[in-house]
């Protein structure tokens, strides 16, 4: 069906900067909405990021002027630049996708620990 392949994560000081990546694969159609979700310990999984197939982005309040999330040219894959990273955005990452005709898929999650 369709399988989701992350990369990108690390350790980095707070201010910098990464970027993460997923590649998805698969017999699906077409992909309707693609998104970035972060769980922290102890804490749910939330909604970092998502973009649509006609790239209208939505971000959560916390990340608002320093993610983005962006569509590549090669469009099974999407991309998350993270900026003026906080001890706060330590969490594992998912990337996450719906497919047509299958559904939600998500990654086997990155980790990305921001720390002095």
């Known amino acids: 069906q369709v399988q989701l392949v992350e990369s990108g994560g690390g350790l980095v000081q707070p201010g910098g900067s990464l970027r993460l990546s997923c590649a998805a694969s698969g017999n699906y159609s077409s992909i309707n909405m693609m998104g970035w979700y972060r769980q922290a310990p102890g804490s749910q999984r939330e909604l970092v990021a998502e973009v649509t197939a006609t790239s209208t982005a939505y971000y959560a309040d916390s990340v608002k002027g320093r993610i983005t999330i962006s569509r590549d040219k090669f469009e099974n894959i999407w991309n998350l630049q993270m900026n003026s990273l906080k001890p706060d955005d330590t969490a594992v990452y998912y990337c996450?996708?719906?497919?047509?005709?299958?559904?939600?898929?998500w990654g086997q999650g990155t980790q990305v620990t921001v720390s002095s």
């Open positions: 996450n996708g719906n497919f047509h005709p299958f559904g939600d898929f």
